[in-house]
């Protein structure tokens, strides 16, 4: 989609440095962090939540869930972590294409208000 910025971080349109980075999914640090590792996992090809994604396409659901977890290792988050995916207005979906947040590195409240 030309007009999503994280199909523009996904190409390379706009220049991002990937955490880990597969054929199909890259991770990268959030712009915002709201932890001392705060990362996001994406599908390179657009959709819009994770409704989308399951519908269409979930075997490329678990490669994104499986990415998630080995971030999570890559940082080290092995006293816990959170994988969180907003949804839409009320779910605090700031940008239609589908992420993963994956959170840690302190200790995480819940719920998250
Ligand atoms: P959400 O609000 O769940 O849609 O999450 C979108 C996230 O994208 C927010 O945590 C933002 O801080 C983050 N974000 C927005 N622009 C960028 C960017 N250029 N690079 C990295 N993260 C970004």
Redesign the pocket.
Known sequence: MTDC??CK?ATGA?P?EFLVETEHVVA???????APT?V?VIPRAHFQDVAALTRDDPALAGEVLAVAAQVAKIEGLSEGHRI???TGIN??????HV?F?VLGGRGLTWPPG
């Open positions: 910025l994280f971080i706009i991002s990268f640090r959030d712009i915002d962090p709201q705060h996001l969180v995916t907003n779910g605090g979906q700031s940008v239609a992420h947040h």
